[in-house]
């Protein structure tokens, strides 16, 4: 089946203290494939959610027709947080291809869906990182060292270059 959707996270949705199902609508092979984080919204903190542990999910029989499903959570999101439901599918090529095999496009269809929920994940993620514009010359951005970043920030130079700046206190 095809991919029809580029939508790979659900939520935020609030916390209120009752509610404890959650409906995603992004295919997934299995409910292993999710990844669940619940953030403090004064904070920020975000904490990953285990399954069987803080929640069950319910998936909705044939995913290429129904995609997504719900996820339970064992005891409701306080008020003041937030839940956010994604996917964390592992990053491997499990179809194997034999010569004088059988072809099955099925086979061909769900390899070429890993692929896409992938890339889709990538792109989530992306969209939620720091970037230069596309106009930026290569030779402007710069790798941010690993050491030496103690009391500094990340900032822009004169010329507008990014650099470690150092902190006043």
Do not use: H, W
Request: net charge negative; proline share 5%; with cysteine.
């Amino acid at each position: 089946m095809t991919i029809s959707t580029t939508d790979r996270k659900a939520g935020p949705f609030d916390g209120n203290d009752v509610t404890v199902a959650f409906p995603f609508t992004f295919k997934v092979f299995s409910t292993a494939d999710l990844y669940v984080v619940k953030a403090d919204t004064a904070t920020g903190n975000e904490t990953v959610l285990v399954l069987d542990s803080d929640f069950t999910v319910s998936l909705n029989a044939d995913q290429d027709v129904n995609p997504g499903g719900t996820l339970t959570m064992l005891t409701a999101p306080a008020t003041g947080t937030t839940l956010t439901i994604t996917s964390d599918i592992d990053i491997l090529q499990p179809v194997e291809l034999t010569n004088m095999g059988g072809f099955y496009p099925t086979v061909i269809n769900t390899a070429l869906d890993r692929i896409t929920m992938i890339l889709q994940q990538v792109a989530e993620s992306v969209a939620r990182c720091v970037k230069f514009s596309v106009s930026t010359p290569s030779d402007e951005i710069t790798e941010i060292p690993s050491d030496g970043r103690a009391n500094k920030a990340l900032g822009f130079d004169a010329v507008g270059t990014l650099t470690m700046l150092a902190m006043t206190t």
